[in-house]
């Protein structure tokens, strides 16, 4: 059951890459953010970024998964749920929800399986 769990967070993670990387300044990505056109188009780049980092948590969740490393599920799973808590401070309450609550069951589970 961990490791579905800790696949659903890191296909979540590839969710956002899609979304922060490639589909920011569309109405699909606009509309998932809440964002204005002009706004998108201004932040574009910025996204982008934030969308490469969404990769690394991916990457480090799978090579987690792959290699069954519990170790390294543990660390990028803390890195989802500190990422989703500052985002929850700082951006929307919703980033809990969908983010850190979903890391953070992952992170019990890989806990328990250990």
């Not at 509309?31 to 932040?43: C, I, K, Y």
């Not at 948590?57 to 390294?72: F, K, M, P, S, T």
Request: charge should be neutral.
């Amino acid at each position: 059951m961990a490791g579905i769990v800790v696949g659903v967070v890191a296909a979540l993670h590839l969710y956002f890459l899609v979304l922060e990387m490639f589909l920011w300044n569309t109405p699909t990505g606009r509309a998932a953010f809440g964002l204005e056109p002009e706004f998108a188009a201004q932040t574009t780049v910025l996204a982008a970024n934030q969308g490469l980092y969404n990769g690394f948590l991916v990457a480090g969740l799978v090579w987690g998964l792959v290699a069954d490393r519990q170790d390294v599920q543990l660390f990028f799973l803390a890195c989802v749920i500190v990422a989703g808590a500052y985002g929850a401070v700082t951006v929307s309450r919703k980033i809990l929800v969908v983010q850190a609550l979903p890391a953070v069951v992952g992170f019990v589970l890989v806990l328990l399986a250990g």
